[in-house]
């Protein structure tokens, strides 16, 4: 069974940082394109960063360049979010994706599997 579990969501302030891990079990994911997404209340779920099989290559959502950083494990299957300068217009459940193989990161549609998700909190 594949499964995509997140951690490291939390409560933080505006301006700290937190980082999210994603572990991939159940399947190999050393050939996959992993992603991160969020959705905030009453809004659609948004591309957040995507990195591809190999971690050669990333890609960020507008809203978050600059500041997160997506990586992925020597195992390559752990991908983590480090979010820097975190804004309460962060704040939303962010939830790990991955597919086989990608030929736009951007659309949820790209992806195969999803995790539970996890909340980010920002205060102001």
């Known amino acids: 069974q594949v499964q995509l579990v997140e951690s490291g969501g939390g409560l933080v302030q505006a301006g700290d940082s937190l980082r999210l891990s994603c572990a991939a079990s159940g399947r190999t994911f050393r050939s996959y394109d992993m992603g991160w997404f969020r959705q905030a209340p009453g809004k659609e779920r948004e591309f957040v960063a995507a990195i591809d099989w190999s971690g050669g290559r990333t890609y960020y959502g507008d809203s978050v360049k600059g500041r997160f950083t997506i990586s992925r494990g020597s195992a390559k299957n752990t991908v983590t979010l480090q979010m820097n300068s975190l804004k309460p217009e962060d704040t939303a459940v962010y939830y790990c994706?991955?597919?086989?193989?990608?030929?736009?990161?951007?659309?949820?549609?790209?992806?195969?599997?999803w995790g539970q998700g996890t909340q980010v909190t920002v205060s102001s």
């Open positions: 994706a991955a597919a086989g193989s990608i030929a736009n990161y951007y659309p949820r549609y790209a992806y195969d599997y």
